[in-house]
């Protein structure tokens, strides 16, 4: 990745754009359009299909048929293997171009996007493709007179919903397992960011995946979710994104035909920093990348960070020292440390919840405002709180933008009764030089991931799910196809009558 070839990339008009249906680029039924406007910005770059229910309808036909043609769903493995694995390089061999594209759409910093967006697709697809014809079935521990096989089978069609933040990242987590398990998918990207996901469907046609199997329809989430969610004929909803929206689709599910939801929705993650920390200048400048990459917009972003009380003010010097050290700016510089927040109604949500925190008289260590206005783009300064009380509102609410919430604690106890004082459990962190003490926070805290003398970074070999608000299933592993097969018995006597 070099700073020239981005520089190409970043200025190449943004094609029109179409829904991907039953193999085949087609505009919506009404041909209306939403704008794309760019975070970098705030420059209108192209526009995305706004498809409604008859679109997404055309999109749910196509798959079942895909599906009961059987030529993916029943295919050999190796089949289904090889199709995967070539979606996995041809994603390799355009990354540059869909990380630039996307960092266009949504804002994230170059840095990480190119390795946590396409490559980290690309690894996703791999994995599962790999997998495909390595996971069996089991043969149950019968008496001898009977064989009891368990199968596991595709669902039929999965709707995956995902948010904005690391569109394709998210979007291969639900994908590749859905598809490596024989389902036929529609996907539904936010309208925050689209347009790398939309040139999926073509990359998957090119590596030999059947058409009506993979189909993606963009638009608006109270319509062609919506409109995802009541439908008769979908499966299952795998869905990234927030609370509220996680609640519509539980309720779409009973409403219609009681298709299986799974939640990945968001969190308030404590990092608890303990005064025997092995590496206290790690663990600060760690915690603020912890917080701060991707301005926030992360869904295990350590946001609560829980320091002991005998080293606060030791600890805040070298993490505001980190914090302010951090560069914001055009995010597709490779200089910029951090980049843009997603659209101007995010940021004006993060600022919204600074001047609450304000009010509510926690102390403004460092930021707190926007930044790089005359760029016409959404930039805000990393910005830490100190003296955050349990009962503020920057302690339970999620802001999914860049501000961290301090507050001290005195033992261990008093460490896990807070980090588990919200009503998320997505992700959480444990500094100590004490082995014990790791041990009993990891039994001690609610949350879907631990880590320990470290923050983030959990590769696709673990599991990655939220315990309480933070919803249930799990993306990532092997443990992922739970989500997207159905276990079926078959019941055979051997009796010699
Ligand atoms: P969002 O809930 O607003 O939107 C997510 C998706 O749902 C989008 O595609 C949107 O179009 C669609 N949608 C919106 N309204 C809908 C409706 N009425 N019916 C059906 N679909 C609808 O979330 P967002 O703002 O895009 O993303 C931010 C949220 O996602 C944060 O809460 C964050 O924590 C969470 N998140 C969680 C994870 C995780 O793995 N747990 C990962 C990333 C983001």
Known sequence: MDQPAIDRLRVEPVPEQVLWIGGRGVPAAGGATLDVTSPIDGRTIGAIPDAGPEDVHRAVVAARAAFEKGSWSRAAPATRKKALSKLADLIERDALELAVLGVRDNGTEISMAYKAEPLSAAATFRYYAEAIDKVYGEIAPTPSDVLGLIHREPLGVVAAIVPWNFPMMIGAWKLAPALAAGNSVVLKPAEAASLALLRLGQLAAEAGIPEGVLNIVTGRGAVAGEALGLHMDVDALAFTGSGAVGRRLLEYS?????????????????????????????????????????SGQVCVAGSRLLVQSSIHDAFMEKLVAATEKLRVGDPLDLESDIGAITSAVQLDKNLDHVAAAREEGASLVTGGARILEETGGFYMEPTVFDRVRPEMKLAREEVFGPVLAVTSFDDEAEAARLANSTVYGLASAVWTSNLATAHRMVRAVRAGVVHVNTYGGADLTVPLGGFGQSGFGRDKSLHAFDKYTDLKTAWISLANR
């Open 254 to 294: 009973a409403r219609s035909n009681l298709k299986r939801v799974h939640l990945e929705l968001g969190g308030k993650s404590p990092n608890i920093v303990f005064a025997d920390a092995p590496d206290l200048d790690l663990a600060a400048k760690v915690s603020a990348f912890g917080i701060f990459r991707n």
